[in-house]
Each structure stands twice: as structure tokens, then as C-alpha cells.
């Protein structure tokens, strides 16, 4: 059963923050937000022992709204600050929420190599194929021929499919929801902050604002609907061909491995070296 | 005669004591990246810390470096990390981050031949300039210099004292002859380094106010994790930790952030005077220049000559008061210095008694030696 709204509000947001928040009407960042926090809750986790870190753009206000330990960094650093909170203090349940230019732009390096160690944090990354806080410029997820603030002519450069890569840096859990599918974003997140290893959720969300307007793509409803039709489960998009997925992405688990987590190494490196003084 | 036996004599370089003083300082958290000269600080880090049950890691560049130092010191461990010339261009991001959001940290700079790449195994004293302004905005910041293997222990001890008690990131200038010289060097007993920690609130979560000002000008510093849970961000921010932007509210915490740095002049500003009681010639040095400046200064007196030396430990905030007596005292200063003259510039800032000042640089990668400096004091004399 779906927790209710009110029990959301009162438990996880902060009442003492000067709302409103930035966020335009009808952007995804609030169910991308709800789902967190249900996330959270059904998981039961203290808030007392729980780290939420973002970089800087839209999506990564969102710390400045929930009564956790939240740290609001600096532009692609997410991950490195909640790699030293997680090494500092193991116990605490850390989790970076990131936008994708933030993530893959100029917090690529940051992102791979998180990945590649395995550090037992939760990465979720809102993509909504733009930067929108700063007016709409392309980001490393515009789609090819895409109209931007700095691509009016159509954008000539590939976009990055930010799940892949994350499976390909080695991350222990990669899942890939959509704003649409909100009671299934709620599974992935739980799942991904329950997984012991690096997890990544990567959140296809939409900013008709900046990306949407200036590609005649609808308003927030028709964004939103139309990754109803977009988005083909993992399974599904097994046995189709590269013809038929063309303008479509994959949901659902595109990777759960277990292997051995950083930071439960390091101890026992600590327990180890400790014997050798 | 026990106690004496118990303390370990060993020949350390700069870049060792370093590792001592951090540790002795309570430092359980480095996150550095390889670079030349100050590499040897993280491989014995990589060995030390965990011994100690601390943390080392070595990151996927000087940026991730830095905003892991932030991190850890936030869950409440003293951190630090260890760079040269082109990381410390990276590390500046992430330092203004710890300068507004005040977490205390330690960054130790061993300085290179630039600008960019310039030369890595050579000594130069390039950075103090940038020490000070590297990092974009009005920011308060302090910058100590060490000029020998004991220095490099004792300084970085209160580096991390200074850096807990102001709640400001702390670097340390340390250069690739401090770094690699060895020499014999005491390490003091556990309970004779005085190790100051940050203030953690003393009132109730629901009444803590992370960012409100309280006499000392710094604020109450909670964990994360120890049931404070607020907000930290590098936005302006009012006393909650909530990005602001009233002018009412910027203003004040940006004073604020300034003023504590001021409150504390007296204990910040650290410098040692040589032969200066009666001195007519100073010479004012810092880091390895210091050491030739020393026995310059000896060597002119040997022939007569009224020589002193104010060795600049603190180099930011200038310690003004003892730069502005020297001067007021001498005829003529020497500032020898492995850059174009970057702490010269403020000297002559602070020089309102009309005293000469002679500048004496070196860019060619080699140290400055002693002679070089007698002489210029015997030209001047």
C-alpha cells in the first residue's frame, strides 16, 4: 500500500524552510522527490543516519527541502563529498541526487569512478535532457538535433545513455524509471538503496519549460504521457529490434551484481593493518 | 629518563613530518591524487591511517580530493589532503566551498616551478599569492609556511588547531626543498601536542542553529550522523544553513565569516625573529628561503654587520603588527623570495616609514643559497 501524502509531508519535509520551492509547475523533480521519500520511509531508515548530497542545478535543490543530513555541494562534486562522508562515518546510508549535465558533464569523472569503486552510496540522476536552471543550454543528454539556448540550429553532438554507462563503470545496481511510472520509481529506489555497492538510478523526467517548448514537445502532461509509449521494459526490449527501439528507452534493473564493496574492504584493511603496527 | 626513552628520534624529510604532525594533530582522513613533490605524503598516509583506523584515498583527480575532505570533515573527522602547483589550481573549486560553508580542513601545498606543468621536481615559492586569492570571492583563509622538518610537524599541528577553531580551511606552504630535505627530527610524546577539536552544540537538536553567530564569531559544529540534521550549502545562507538572499541576512554572514579570522589575529599571526633586537638591516623570508636567510644574516654579523631576520611563518593574514616594527626598526629590508616578489608586494603594502625595501627573486628553479643573500646585505650596508 502506497503511503499517503500527508504522512510524506509532515515526517520528511522540512517545516521550518521558507517555501515555495524553485521548481516550475508540473516539473518532475517533485515525484522524483515523493518517490525518494517513500522510498525512505518504507525502508524505514532513521533520518538521523541518513545523507542526502547534491550538486547544483534544478533537480539538486531538492536537499534543501527534506529534514535529513543534506548537503547541497558544488556543480559535479555530489559524489566526491558523499564519498568522503561514507569513508568518515560507514553507518550512514548516503545518497546523492544529481541532474544529468551535473552527473555526466562536468561530474562525469566523479561518476565513473564512483562507480568503478563501489562505494556503498545510492546515485540518482534526474534526467530531464537540459540544463534548466540555467535557461536551457544542451547537456551531454540533448538528443541529436535538438534545439537548445546554445544549439538553435540543431544540435550536432550524440547523447549519452547515462544507465549503460553507469553498468559499463561498474556499478553494482543500475535501473533506469521514468517520472511516468512513479509507483515503479518508488521499487527501483528502494531496491537501489537497499543494494550493498554502488547504485544508480537514472530518472528520465521532463523540463517542458526549457527542452520541451523548444522542441514542440508538449507541455508537462504530454512529456510526461509520452514516456508511457517511450520507455519498454528490460525484458522486452530483449527481443526487439534496433529499428523498433529507435526513440525508445529501456526501464527497469539493467544491472545487479554483487561484488565486493570499497568501503567494507578498507575495514578490513583497517581490522588488518592495525596487527602490523 | 623512561619517558625521554620512549620518544622516537628519526630521520625524517618535510613531507614525513608532515604525516606526523597531521596524525599527532588527529587528522583520520586524507584523499589525495599523485603529484610531484608531494607524493610521499599520501604513500605514508596510505599506511599510517588505517593503522590508526583512519581513512585514506586516493581519488580520480584533485577536485574529488577536496570535496572528500569536506565530506569526511562534515561526519565530524579532521581531513586533510596534500597537493602541488596545477592540484592546487583544482582544489580551488572545493576551497571556497569550505571557506562559506566553514569546514575545517588542512591543505598542504608543496610547491613547484610554474606557471601550469612549469617544473615539477624544481622549488619555487610561486603560490602564496594564490594561497591567499585562489578561490573566487571575498573569502577568509589562513596560510602558514614551513621552513623545516620540524616546522613541517609543529606547523601542520597548528594548522589543524587553527583550521578547528576558526572553522576555516588551513593551508599549508611547504616547497620541494622543505619537502625532500631529511634531518633529525624528535617526535614529541602524545601528550605533548596540544590538539584543539571543533565546538560541537551543547542544546538541543530542534534548538541548533547551524550558521548563528555566538561571541567567538564561530558557530557550534554538528556531525552528520549525531542527530543535528541540517543543511549545508554553499549558497549565501542565513543562521538555518537555507540559501538567502537578503541583503539583511548576506551582509552580516559574510562580515561574519571575516571578522572571526580577525578576532583571532594574536594567536593566527605567527612569526620568529632572529638577531633583531638591534638590527639595522632585515631581512624578512619564508619556507626554504628562510633557512639561507638565517645564515646569511649570521654571516653579515660575523663581519660586522647589523643584520636580523623576521622568518613569516603566517603568511595570511600578513602578520602586519611584527612586519610594520621591523620595518619602523631597519634602513633596509631584503626580501628574498623564490617567486617575482609576491610577499614583497604586501610588505611594501604595510611599509608607511619609508624604509628601503630591496627585492632579491630567483625563477631559475634553484634554491636561493645564503651567500647570495649576504651579499645582498653587505651591498646594502
Known sequence: MVVDAETIRQEYLRHDKKFPHVWCPGCGNGIVLGSLLRAIHNLQLPKDDVVVASGIGCSSRMTTYIDFNTLHTTHGRALTFATGVKLAKPQLRVIAVMGDGDATAIGGNHFIHAARRNINITAIIVNNSTYGMTGGQYSPTTPYGSKSTTSTYGHVEHAFSIAELAVTAGAAFVARGTVYHAAHLDTLLEQAISKRGFSVVEVISNCHVQHGRRNKLGDAVKMIASYQERAVPVKKAQSMTEKEMEGKFTIGVLCDVEKPISTEEYDRIRQESCHMV | ?381
Open chain 2, 1 to 381: 629518563m623512561a619517558a625521554d626513552n620512549s620518544k622516537k628520534r628519526l630521520l625524517l624529510q618535510g613531507n614525513e613530518a608532515i604525516v606526523y604532525g597531521a596524525l599527532a594533530a588527529g587528522c583520520r582522513f586524507f584523499a589525495g591524487y599523485p603529484i610531484t613533490p608531494a607524493t610521499e605524503i599520501s604513500e605514508l598516509l596510505s599506511v599510517k591511517l588505517p593503522q590508526a583506523g583512519g581513512t585514506f584515498i586516493q581519488m580520480e583527480d584533485e577536485i574529488a580530493s577536496m570535496g572528500a575532505v569536506i565530506g569526511a570533515s562534515l561526519a565530524g573527522v579532521k581531513a586533510m589532503t596534500a597537493t602541488s602547483g596545477p592540484g592546487f589550481s583544482l582544489i580551488q573549486e572545493n576551497l571556497g566551498y569550505a571557506c562559506i560553508t566553514e569546514v575545517p580542513c588542512v591543505i598542504v601545498n608543496v610547491m613547484r616551478g610554474g606557471p601550469s606543468t612549469g617544473l615539477p621536481t624544481n622549488v619555487a615559492q610561486g603560490d602564496v599569492l594564490m594561497a591567499r586569492w585562489g578561490t573566487h570571492g571575498d573569502h577568509p583563509i589562513i596560510v602558514l609556511a614551513v621552513s623545516s622538518v620540524s616546522d613541517c610537524f609543529s606547523i601542520t599541528v597548528r594548522a589543524f588547531n587553527l583550521s578547528e577553531k576558526y572553522r576555516v580551511p588551513v593551508i599549508v606552504l611547504s616547497d620541494e626543498i622543505v619537502a625532500h630535505t631529511r634531518e633529525c627530527f624528535t617526535l614529541p610524546n602524545v601528550d605533548e601536542v596540544r590538539v584543539v577539536d571543533r565546538i560541537g552544540p551543547n542544546v538541543p537538536p530542534e534548538w541548533y542553529k547551524p550558521y548563528a553567530a555566538n561571541n567567538r564569531g564561530v558557530p557550534d559544529m554538528a556531525a552528520f550522523g549525531d542527530g543535528y540534521r541540517h543543511h549545508v550549502t554553499g549558497l549565501v545562507h542565513d543562521e538555518r544553513g537555507f540559501p538567502t538572499q537578503q541583503p539583511h541576512e548576506i551582509e552580516p554572514f559574510l562580515m561574519r565569516l571575516h571578522e572571526k579570522i580577525t578576532k583571532g589575529f594574536p594567536e593566527i599571526m605567527l612569526s620568529k625573529s632572529y638577531l633583531m633586537a638591534d638590527a639595522e638591516i632585515c631581512v624578512f623570508a619564508y619556507g626554504c628561503v628562510a633557512r639561507s636567510a638565517l645564515m646569511a644574516v649570521k654571516n653579515a654579523r660575523a663581519q660586522g654587520i647589523k643584520a636580523g631576520l623576521l622568518q613569516l611563518i603566517t603568511l595570511f593574514p600578513v602578520p602586519r603588527k611584527e612586519i610594520d616594527a621591523a620595518l619602523r626598526q631597519c634602513r633596509v629590508a631584503i626580501v628574498p623570495e623564490l617567486n617575482m616578489g609576491q610577499m614583497s608586494r604586501e610588505i611594501n603594502r604595510i611599509n608607511q616609514s619609508g624604509t628601503r625595501i630591496v627585492k632579491y627573486n630567483r625563477i631559475d628553479g634553484q634554491m636561493i643559497a645564503p651567500d647570495e643573500i649576504t651579499k645582498q646585505i653587505i651591498s646594502v650596508s
